[in-house]
């Protein structure tokens, strides 16, 4: 909404709201931890890659009709400009990183939770079965089961991580993770409030899409990356 009433392009703005949960610093750190730097930075790049044509394609198609009139009518918001301390950025800073961790926290905790039940309790061979590198279909079931879902992407690398060790493929699991963040069921929800069906449905295509090759792309290389 700030984005489209502060008159930036419609391309611009769905850019970010790709790349925003898909991938951030931290999301990179996390990942270099448990599939290690090529899979992280890969995953990073190709996550941007997504954005980026996303968004293009979104301007080019001219989407900007789609968005409804009270998000384009929206009045900007117009702040004096202020100049922080040093020991007021600190401030600030301390705050923000409590403020971040508050709302993470929940996440990898349900995401742990998940990860260790499916470690422990599901039978290697179901996951093998399903979501193994032999299922051609193993990737878009992925998407498919992700989207419905509802989490921040630090609580769905424990889950990945869980079910990498059973033995998923590699592409299958990213693309489980980047459904789930860029996807998720309430998020549209919400969008739709925002954006008119061709707009919403061009989105999710284009998404789903771009997150199904990635998929597969991963799972071609697999062998090569761990």
Sequence with gaps: MGFTSAGLPVGVTFSFLISSPMVDLGSLVLLMSIFGGKVAVLYVILGLVIAVIGGTLLQKLGMERYVEDFIKQAPNVETEGYSMTRTERLQYAKEQLLHT??????????GVGIGALIHNMIPQQWIETILGSHNPFAVILATVVGVPMYADIFGTIPVAEGLLYKGAGLGTILSFMMAVTTLSLPSMIMLKKAVK??????????????????????????????
Excluded: T
Aim: positive net charge; glycine residues 8%.
């Design 101 to 110: 961790i508050q709302k993470v926290a929940p996440y990898i905790f349900i």
């Design 197 to 226: 069906p061709q707009l919403l449905a061009v989105f999710i295509s284009i998404c789903v899409i771009g997150i199904v090759i990635v998929g597969y792309f991963f799972n071609g290389i697999q062998h090569i990356l761990i």
